[in-house]
């Protein structure tokens, strides 16, 4: 995602969030739940840039055994994916 987006979004979050601090109580529910949405429509939105973003990457990175662990932006990359991890307690 690009900052300037990001931060536009920041800023649309913030409006709302004033919002919300300044409505009666029968409205803030309803304004909670419209900031709610919005944020998890931005969190997809981010979520399918970054999935297009590490297609390209992995159409330009040499595939070797090992390769993708000696890239630096992988060392701290779970071995699992995050569904696939074990809960702690």
């Known amino acids: 995602m690009m900052m300037?987006?990001?931060?536009?979004?920041?800023?649309?979050?913030?409006?709302?969030?004033?919002r919300i601090k300044s409505?009666?109580?029968?409205?803030?529910?309803?304004?909670?739940?419209?900031?709610?949405?919005?944020?998890?429509?931005?969190?997809?939105?981010?979520?399918a840039q970054m999935d297009a973003m590490m297609k390209e990457m992995m159409a330009v990175m040499p595939m070797a055994p090992g390769s993708m662990s000696s890239q630096p932006m992988m060392n701290d990359m779970p071995s699992q994916p995050a569904g696939m991890m074990e809960k702690k307690d």
């Open 23 to 47: 409505a009666s109580k029968a409205q803030k529910v309803d304004l909670l739940v419209a900031v709610v949405a919005r944020m998890v429509e931005q969190r997809a939105a981010m979520h």
């Open 4 to 18: 300037a987006e990001m931060k536009q979004q920041d800023t649309e979050l913030s409006a709302q969030l004033a």
